[in-house]
């Protein structure tokens, strides 16, 4: 809102796009916050989608991004939020403290009796040493609850620098 504020005094139109974006956004995240259960992943996708328009409009230039989803993995069902929490993570930890940004990449993709959904950046990288922070933490419980040993997230650091997590599910 902050922004949107400051972008009517200095570009109305601008205002107006990011304003779309954020009722997009919130058109999509309220009711999944409330039920705190299970959306399909085509919605998940669609409110990340939101935000980052919303955050790419504040960063300009500083942010970029990919979204990879087939067409056949749109409405399997998936757990609400945790996509965001990612993408949040990505945004806040690892490319608002690099001066130049960078990209964030989502990707879905149809494993064997699995679903796999990784969020990469190019940010500062990932200490795999720290202690997950609450939106990792509460991912990973949220999984258990859900799935049981069945679903994991998995951190890793790749030598390129930045950070990849995936959150693996069971397909069926």
């Known amino acids: 809102l902050a922004l949107i504020g400051q972008l009517i005094e200095t570009d109305p139109h601008q205002a107006a796009i990011v304003h779309t974006h954020l009722i997009k956004y919130l058109r999509s995240a309220?009711?999944?916050?409330?039920?705190?259960?299970?959306?399909?992943l085509g919605q998940q996708i669609e409110m990340s989608r939101a935000y980052l328009n919303i955050m790419?409009?504040?960063m300009q230039e500083r942010l970029t991004y990919s979204i990879e989803l087939?067409?056949?993995?749109?409405?399997?069902?998936?757990p609400s939020m945790m996509i965001q929490t990612l993408v949040e993570n990505s945004i806040k930890h690892g490319l608002e403290p690099k001066t130049e940004g960078g990209h964030i990449a989502i990707c879905a993709k149809q494993g064997e009796g699995e679903i796999l959904?990784?969020?990469?950046?190019?940010g500062v990288g990932f200490n795999l040493h720290a202690d997950d922070g609450v939106g990792l933490c509460n991912i990973r419980e949220r999984l258990k609850i859900l799935y049981g040993l069945?679903?994991?997230?998995v951190v890793e650091a790749p030598g390129s620098g930045?950070?990849?997590?995936?959150?693996h599910i069971p397909s069926n």
Do not use: C, M, W, Y
Request: aromatic content about 2%; overall charge positive; charged content about 25%.
């Open 70 to 78: 087939p067409s056949e993995l749109e409405h399997l069902v998936f």
């Open 162 to 167: 930045g950070a990849s997590l995936t959150i």
């Open 56 to 58: 790419q409009a504040r």
């Open 150 to 153: 069945k679903a994991q997230l």
């Open 30 to 40: 309220l009711p999944q916050i409330r039920e705190k259960s299970r959306s399909n």
């Open 117 to 122: 959904l990784t969020v990469n950046d190019t």
